[in-house]
């Protein structure tokens, strides 16, 4: 499919249309420059060569073959989107004039960035940008963030989902901008997963102590 420059989309959650479960390779690449964004702290690993670079090394290829790849992704997805941003420039000693003047971009995620981060599996340590962004995102329902940033210490792959989910609606055109994030957005999401864990939450709550345990242990043998 022809990109369209003019209103770009993130592709995450592509797969192959043959192969619903393996994602496209530029879906693995946006998922790595995101990844990699998330976690590094070093100036020179977030320039296009330094996160080409790195990608590469946990690929085992040549950082030369996927660069062109960063770049696009870059320049035509992440930073028009506002997931992405230049955090400032670093010197050059060598190379043109011109370029050494300017010096090379190094990015950052923005808080839009970092929302979609906390989608990604892949990502550890997702509990360190769970509070950044609840730190920096103005969220009207405290209540809301509250129990989030709770539920993300006691049940994070339940927390974690709901942040997928949300993801993959604005991947989709569901959910037209990512912020702010609010309990309204995701419950125009909720989908049959997040209804049947309410259901049995429900179910739970009425339960007699020695029903619970039965619930439990049945629970313990099928996982």
């Known amino acids: 499919m022809k990109k369209d420059k003019k209103n770009p989309r993130l592709s995450i959650f592509d797969t192959f249309k043959t192969k619903k479960d393996e994602l496209t390779g530029e879906a693995s690449r946006q998922r790595s420059i995101i990844a990699h964004l998330a976690t590094a702290t070093n100036s020179a690993a977030r320039t296009r060569t330094g996160i080409s670079q790195k990608i590469a090394e946990e690929h085992g290829i040549v950082w030369k073959n996927i660069y062109s790849g960063i770049f696009r992704d870059l320049d035509e997805i992440l930073l028009p989107l ?89 991947c989709e055109g569901r959910l037209e901008k990512l912020l702010p994030f609010s309990i309204t957005k995701l419950k125009k999401i909720s989908d049959e997963s997040i209804l049947i864990q309410k259901e049995f939450l429900d179910a739970f709550s009425e339960f007699s102590k020695t029903e619970r345990e039965k619930a439990i242990n049945f629970l313990k043998s099928i996982s």
């Open 82 to 170: 506002g997931l992405v941003r230049e955090a400032g420039r670093l010197p050059l000693k060598r190379g043109p004039k011109a370029l050494q003047e300017k010096g090379v971009p190094f990015y950052e995620l923005t808080l839009e960035g970092k929302l979609i981060a906390l989608s990604l599996n892949e990502i550890v340590g997702r509990e360190e940008i769970l509070k950044e962004f609840f730190s920096k995102a103005k969220i009207e329902e405290k209540e809301f963030q509250e129990i989030l940033q709770k539920f993300a210490t006691v049940v994070p792959r339940f927390t974690y989902s709901l942040f997928e989910k949300y993801s993959k609606a604005y």
